[in-house]
């Protein structure tokens, strides 16, 4: 099973060990939690909830999706584009440079290929007609942030990986060179080479692992990519902490924060923001436009499926003007004010642009990749 990926070790695991969230078995998060997240009288769901097929998990037909490809050609005015692929996979067009956050090709976040959850939204563009990318940013190993299949297939490729500490392995043992992997701890940054773009890995709260003995082997983290004039917050996965202050005043302001909305639960709280947390964890960030991920793709959790950005938009009032919520593949500049339009409702999208070409919605994922090659191959 390569999906499962491999353990730390060596040096690798030694640098796990001389962190201060090594406890001496695994790693913890030891910075504080803001009281109130979970609810103790809410249960954790049970299996039976999850494998229930409650049709108000996944939407009745695919979400409008668009062809973003023509759009990508131009740079962005603003220098700062961005393209919602969908969950938590993001391509940035930060100041010149390109980067794609969390690429999620494969059809299941899962081990297995008949078992797990399974998009019920497909990815607007296949993973061979991306441009070319100047780095991929994993922010930890669950999978539906680290999928093998995509990963296996840009291993042709020669692009840059910037991730957590730990999770090398699973990317060396996937067939990614060690030379083009660089492992960060909390406040550590890295220089993309050839670029003026810096990646710093920043504090989250959250856990890992892809097994069943591998629970917080490796490290967990939320990122900053930072341009020369714009600066971006990628949350990855992340209950709500006192932390975002230290990131606010150390890697701030930021013209844009994405922030996880998806896959809650009143006993996650401490684990996953949900909409209200986002909206608190956007202010403690110093505020900058706001872009939910982590929804839209996955039935990760037992609430309806766009019952993340509803709630979040109701929630929002009177800020709602500081959301930036895209379909899936339309590029958006986010300092471009827009007015916020809920396309995800049924019936008519509003936009008068186009949707994606159906045989991009039909693209098969459900297998390899490996015939979806991406750019420059060595």
Not at 23 to 44: F, K, T
Not at 159 to 172: N, R
Not at 318 to 332: F, H, I, M, Q, T
């Amino acid at each position: 099973m390569k999906s499962f990926g491999k353990a730390a070790q060596g040096e690798r695991l030694e640098r796990l060990r001389e962190l201060p969230l090594w406890d001496g078995e695994r790693l913890r998060n030891i910075h504080p939690v803001l009281p109130g997240l979970r609810d103790p009288n809410a249960q954790r769901p049970t299996l039976r909830e999850f494998l229930r097929g409650d049709g108000g998990r996944t939407p009745p037909q695919p979400l409008p999706s668009h062809d973003p490809r023509e759009a990508w050609l131009r740079e962005p005015a603003s220098g700062l584009r961005v393209t919602w692929l969908g969950h938590s996979t993001v391509l940035l067009e930060i100041d010149g440079w390109r980067v794609l956050t969390d690429p999620v090709w494969g059809q299941r976040a899962s081990p297995f290929a008949l078992l797990g959850p399974k998009r019920f939204q497909p990815v607007p563009v296949r993973l061979r007609d991306l441009p070319e990318v100047d780095a991929v940013i994993i922010s930890h190993d669950h999978y539906d942030h680290l999928d093998y299949p995509t990963i296996h297939a840009l291993a042709k490729s020669n692009v840059p990986f910037v991730t957590s500490l730990g999770i090398g392995a699973h990317l060396e043992s996937w067939g990614i060179k060690v030379s083009r992997i660089t492992e960060l701890v909390w406040w550590q940054s890295h220089r993309i080479p050839g670029t003026g773009l810096t990646v710093t890995a920043a504090p989250s709260q959250h856990f890992s692992g892809r097994g069943l003995k591998d629970r917080n082997q490796t490290l967990w983290s939320s990122m900053v990519m930072a341009g020369e004039r714009r600066r971006v917050f990628f949350s990855g996965d992340t209950g709500l902490t006192t932390e975002y202050q230290s990131i606010r005043d150390r890697l701030g302001p930021f013209d844009l924060v994405m922030l996880e909305v998806g896959a809650f639960h009143p006993s996650w709280g401490d684990i996953h923001l949900g909409p209200a947390n986002a909206l608190a964890a956007h202010r403690m960030l110093g505020g900058g436009v706001l872009m939910p991920v982590h929804w839209g793709t996955f039935a990760l959790a037992t609430h309806a499926w766009d019952e993340p950005v509803e709630d979040l938009l109701t929630m929002a009032g009177v800020d709602s003007a500081s959301l930036l919520l895209p379909r899936l593949g339309e590029p958006a500049e986010p300092l471009e004010r827009r007015e916020v339009q809920p396309w995800w409702r049924r019936g008519p999208v509003g936009s008068g642009q186009p949707v994606a070409k159906p045989e991009l919605l039909a693209v098969a994922v459900s297998g390899s990749l490996d015939e979806q090659l991406p750019w420059p191959l060595d």
